[in-house]
């Protein structure tokens, strides 16, 4: 069984890109909502917030699930390891539960990423690792390098984006993907069939783009500044979608919406 669907670490409460108070506020109300999982990255620079914000709360370190990554400028020899120790420190912690790359290497050679990752844990700096936004031919190349499991490539994943190539290397690799960006920062609210299809659930637009998610078999993260928005993220365990509504919500994958390119970040991978 795949580790994120596990308690309510299918679940994730994304950080970027909050900071200082305003994250502070969000993850107090996250926490007091259920939430037990965390996804930050060096680049987001909060890991240290996010650090002191778990610190505060009562939970034990053994029900959190707290996901990290290491970013691109620290892809050599030289500086993986030392900064997923700063990693560490800042988040008060002596590993993480998963530990992620958080782009492919810039030129596409993810070898000596990819062994530096995997070193990363047997040294016990994490549970479990992975990758985000590797495209087919890298998670094929990853799972060729990487001795053991990999938990998961955490991508872009809702439902105004075709992402069946991807689903299908998931299926040909075994890495799992898990979404990010699970309501389209927003974009999906476009759109008034969620709320159409929301009404006969007695769910909101949001719920029902969760749910469609969790029921393609992945994991959500999503973040909000907003306690209503994060209660609703995370009350959508209580129903299913049909068959035919699954289909309905597929049928809007035709818009290609990404949240996430290479006009937005320079050095995105040509995605499948
Ligand atoms: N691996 C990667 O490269 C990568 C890339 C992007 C994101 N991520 C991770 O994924 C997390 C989530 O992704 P994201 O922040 O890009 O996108 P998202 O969760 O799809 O969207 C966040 C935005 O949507 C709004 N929102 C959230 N829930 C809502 C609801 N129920 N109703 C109305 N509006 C809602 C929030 O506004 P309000 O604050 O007003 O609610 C916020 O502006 C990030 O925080 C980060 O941890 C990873």
Not at 98 to 121: C, F, M, N, V, Y
Not at 147 to 166: A, C, R, S, T, Y
Not at 203 to 223: C, D, E, H, N, S
Not at 227 to 255: C, G, H, Q
Request: aromatic content about 8%.
């Amino acid at each position: 069984m795949n580790i994120l669907f596990q308690n309510t670490h299918e679940r994730s409460f994304g950080t970027f890109p909050l900071k200082g108070d305003v994250l502070r506020d969000a993850m107090t109300a996250a926490i007091e909502t259920g939430y037990r999982a965390f996804d930050t990255a060096q680049m987001y620079g909060n890991e240290a917030d996010v650090g002191a914000a778990l610190a505060e709360c009562s939970i034990a370190r053994k029900d959190l699930f707290i996901t990290t990554k290491v970013g691109v400028d620290n892809y050599t020899a030289e500086t993986f390891m030392p900064s997923v120790e700063r990693s560490l420190a800042d988040l008060k912690t002596d590993h993480v539960d998963a530990l992620l790359l958080h782009w492919p290497t810039p030129g596409g050679d993810i070898r000596e990423s990819l062994e530096l990752l995997q070193t990363a844990k047997e040294k016990g700096f994490a549970r479990h690792i992975g990758v985000s936004n590797y495209t087919v031919k890298m998670m094929r190349q990853a799972r060729a390098i990487i001795d053991g499991p990999i938990l998961i490539n955490q991508v872009e994943f809702h439902p105004l984006l075709n992402q069946d190539k991807m689903l299908a290397a998931a299926l040909e690799t075994g890495i799992p993907l898990s979404s990010f960006s699970s309501v389209a920062r927003g974009e999906v609210f476009k759109y008034p069939l969620f709320a159409e299809i929301g009404a006969s659930y007695g769910k909101t637009a949001g719920q029902i783009v969760l749910r469609w998610i969790l029921q393609k078999g992945l994991p959500i993260t999503t973040m909000s500044t907003k306690a209503e928005n994060i209660r609703a993220n995370f009350d959508v365990m209580d129903f299913i979608l049909s068959s035919i509504d699954m289909a309905r919500i597929e049928a809007l994958n035709t818009a290609g919406f990404r949240v996430v390119d290479a006009v937005k970040i320079p050095y995105a991978p040509d995605f499948d």
